[in-house]
């Protein structure tokens, strides 16, 4: 059972920053990718970033420019760097995985990031 855990969520003020990570109980060769995915109140959980065993990464237009995303392989965790946060920004942002060998998605328990104007 592959575990996601969460940390780093919290209230900022708008221009404020904020780190995310997650980190996954799972054989780092097994890991296809990883990112984060957010969900505001009332709407649909959208894609925010994500990295690929690769390296290569994409992003939300949203974010580009303010987040970053990275990862450290020995400890099998992903981080979000969140810059120049803006109240549009504030959801529950979900971790995600996505392994060769199983189909379907993992996801985290969710962090509440709240950014007020």
């Known amino acids: 059972q592959v575990q996601l855990v969460e940390s780093g969520g919290g209230l900022v003020q708008a221009g404020g920053s904020l780190r995310l990570s997650c980190a996954a109980s799972?054989?780092?060769?097994?890991?296809?990718?990883m990112g984060w995915y957010r969900q505001a109140p009332g709407k649909q959980r959208e894609l925010v970033a994500v990295?690929?065993?690769?390296?290569?990464?994409n992003y939300a237009d949203s974010v580009k420019g303010r987040f970053t995303i990275s990862r450290d392989g020995a400890k099998n965790t992903v981080y979000l760097q969140m810059n120049s946060l803006q109240a549009e920004d504030t959801a529950v942002y979900y971790c995600?995985?996505?392994?060769?060998?199983?189909?379907?998605?993992?996801w985290g328990q969710g962090t509440q990031v709240t950014v007020s104007s």
């Open positions: 995600n995985l996505k392994s060769f060998f199983q189909s379907g998605d993992y």
């Open positions: 990295i690929r065993r690769d390296g290569s990464t």
């Open positions: 799972i054989n780092i060769f097994s890991i296809k990718s």
